[in-house]
T-cell receptor
């Protein structure tokens, strides 16, 4: 059974703080993704990675960076949190050999005050 | 125009009803299609893939119309537990592989 875990379910940070969101998957998947989900907008891709130390910008990368030092771990970094980054953040992973199902973590609801 | 569009709903139906959702996509080169289900405050999970010939999984039927660029999901004999948001998902591979999620259609099934 694939498992994707995220470091926090709920997080409250102040404007200007540096925020780290961690994601770990246990299925040796090559591809990992970070999305944010907002009402009416659906899931929007922030960054993805198809291999260790590789990263690609998604549709809304501004204000975010990522790190993938190990295959199982993909971190999302908000260098200086702003109120418009208040959102639900979802991490996902997918096997590189099968472009089908993405497996999601439980999500982190981040509030920036 | 959004790349994947869905009616946001909500659809409010009684138990036992049949309900259908449609989803349209803009890229004619899209290759694979899926329906995901997302319960309130939970992560999305794959419900079913959508094949060109149409496919059924119990009470759920998915269909694809490439000519009109839409996919559909039909739920028969709705259960209270079917209440969720249903996300339409499209994979394309033009200029790089990309997965696009619709914003979702909310379904409430009431007793």
């Amino acid at each position: 059974d694939v498992k994707v875990t995220q470091s926090s379910r709920y997080l409250v940070k102040r404007t200007g703080e540096k925020v780290f969101l961690e994601c770990v998957q246990d299925m040796d998947h090559e591809n990992m993704f970070w999305y944010r989900q907002d009402p009416g907008l659906g899931l929007r891709l922030i960054y993805f990675s198809y291999d260790v130390k590789m990263k690609e910008k998604g549709d809304i990368p501004e204000g975010y960076s990522v790190s993938r030092e190990k295959k199982e771990r993909f971190s999302l970094i908000l260098e200086s949190a702003s109120t418009n980054q208040t959102s639900m953040y979802l991490c996902a992973s997918r096997s590189g050999t099968s472009p089908s199902e993405q497996y999601f973590g439980p999500g982190t609801r981040l509030t920036v005050t | 125009r959004k790349e994947v569009e869905q009616d946001p709903g909500p659809f409010n139906v009684p138990e036992g009803a049949t309900v259908a959702f449609n989803c349209t996509y803009s890229n004619s080169a899209s290759q694979s299609f899926f329906w995901y289900r997302q319960d309130c405050r939970k992560e999305p999970k794959l419900l079913m893939s959508v094949y060109s010939s149409g496919n059924e999984d119990g009470r759920f039927t998915a269909q694809l119309n490439r000519a009109s660029q839409y996919i559909s999901l039909l739920i028969r004999d709705s259960k209270l537990s079917d209440s969720a948001t249903y996300l339409c998902v499209v994979n394309t591979n033009t200029g790089g592989f990309k997965t696009i999620f619709g914003a979702g259609t909310r379904l409430f099934v009431k007793a």
